[in-house]
Each structure stands twice: as structure tokens, then as C-alpha cells.
């Protein structure tokens, strides 16, 4: 029931019409950001095969916000990121569909040294043997994709 007052519409629980409308914008604010923390919130990668994992798995579904989570920060890495970025997204609906429902096969795992590690893997979908470089950082195993698209030094 609503009592109309002379100066203002009065809900019966006691709040103005501007008081219920100010109560609604700041829980939606609120529902809002807690939407946006915890999907920005990623596993660490506690070992090698997983930071490799992780960023491949994330990368063919397209989530690349996670996906450059597990990159190691350089300004290589991250415009070789980007180029991968373009290319997901240049492919067509059907191309990128195939990708996300293609299995990761991991062919091999070699240790270079305690806090290098390369993994040579390929997806069910194309076959094609591609291979990361795992390095450890204290923020866990990052992929360096320096490895990947530049010179291989190893």
C-alpha cells in the first residue's frame, strides 16, 4: 500500500520512492563487483605442466583475459599474444567452435632445468605438434611464448 503524503509518496516500509531507487542502483553496483572479482580470480599454476596447461586450455576457449594470466609479462610475449588473440578471433564461428571442443594431447614434458621446462603438445582438432616454454616466477609457472613464435634457442 502506498500513503500519499504532501510532500513526497511514502512506501509502507518507511523508504521515499528516491530513497528505494538509490537502495536498488547501489545493490546492483555491489552485485556487480562482486561479478567482476571473482571471475578475475585464477588458479596459480603450482608446476610447470599446469601453467602450460592452463594457458592452452584458456587460450582454446577463447578467454584470453585468463589466458594471459599464465603469460609471462614481457612486451615479446604480449605482442605475441596479441598476434594469437587476432588470429583466434579471425577465425570463423565454426573454426573457433571446433577449437573449444578440441582436447589438448600432451605429447612430452622436458625439464631444461628447475625453473625451465618445455611441453610439446598438439589439439585433437588440427594435429598440429606446437610446443611452450613453462618458466617459474613467483607469481607461479608462466608460458614464454618467446620460445614458441621467436628463435629457439634451446
Not at 26 to 43: D, H, K, L, Q, R
Not at 74 to 80: G, I, L, V, W
Not at 95 to 111: D, F, W
Given at each position: 500500500?502506498?500513503v500519499?503524503?504532501?510532500?513526497?509518496?511514502?512506501?509502507?516500509?518507511?523508504?521515499?520512492?528516491?530513497?528505494?531507487?538509490?537502495?536498488?542502483?547501489?545493490?546492483?553496483?555491489?552485485?556487480?563487483?562482486?561479478a567482476?572479482?571473482s571471475?578475475?580470480?585464477?588458479?596459480?599454476?603450482?608446476?610447470?605442466?599446469?601453467?602450460?596447461?592452463?594457458?592452452?586450455?584458456?587460450?582454446?576457449?577463447?578467454?584470453?583475459?585468463?589466458?594471459?594470466?599464465?603469460?609471462?609479462?614481457?612486451?615479446?610475449?604480449?605482442?605475441?599474444?596479441?598476434?594469437?588473440?587476432?588470429?583466434?578471433?579471425?577465425?570463423?564461428?565454426?573454426?573457433?567452435?571446433?577449437?573449444?571442443?578440441?582436447?589438448?594431447?600432451?605429447?612430452?614434458?622436458?625439464?631444461?632445468?628447475?625453473?625451465?621446462?618445455?611441453?610439446?603438445?598438439?589439439?585433437?582438432?588440427?594435429?598440429t605438434?606446437?610446443?611452450?616454454?613453462?618458466?617459474?616466477?613467483?607469481?607461479?609457472?608462466?608460458?614464454?611464448?618467446?620460445?614458441?613464435?621467436?628463435?629457439?634457442?634451446?
Amino acid at each position: 500500500m502506498i500513503v500519499l503524503d504532501r510532500t513526497n509518496l511514502t512506501l509502507i516500509i518507511g523508504l521515499t520512492l528516491g530513497m528505494l531507487k538509490k537502495l536498488i542502483l547501489y545493490c546492483s553496483f555491489i552485485s556487480a563487483m562482486v561479478a567482476c572479482s571473482s571471475t578475475s580470480a585464477v588458479e596459480k599454476a603450482d608446476n610447470p605442466l599446469d601453467g602450460g596447461r592452463y594457458f592452452i586450455e584458456n587460450y582454446m576457449q577463447g578467454d584470453m583475459k585468463k589466458a594471459q594470466q599464465y603469460l609471462l609479462v614481457d612486451t615479446q610475449n604480449q605482442a605475441f599474444f596479441d598476434q594469437m588473440t587476432k588470429d583466434y578471433f579471425a577465425l570463423d564461428k565454426e573454426g573457433r567452435m571446433q577449437l573449444r571442443q578440441a582436447s589438448i594431447q600432451i605429447n612430452e614434458v622436458k625439464t631444461i632445468n628447475e625453473h625451465t621446462s618445455i611441453i610439446l603438445y598438439q589439439n585433437s582438432q588440427d594435429k598440429t605438434p606446437r610446443w611452450v616454454k613453462v618458466v617459474f616466477s613467483p607469481d607461479g609457472w608462466k608460458v614464454d611464448l618467446k620460445y614458441s613464435y621467436g628463435p629457439n634457442n634451446l
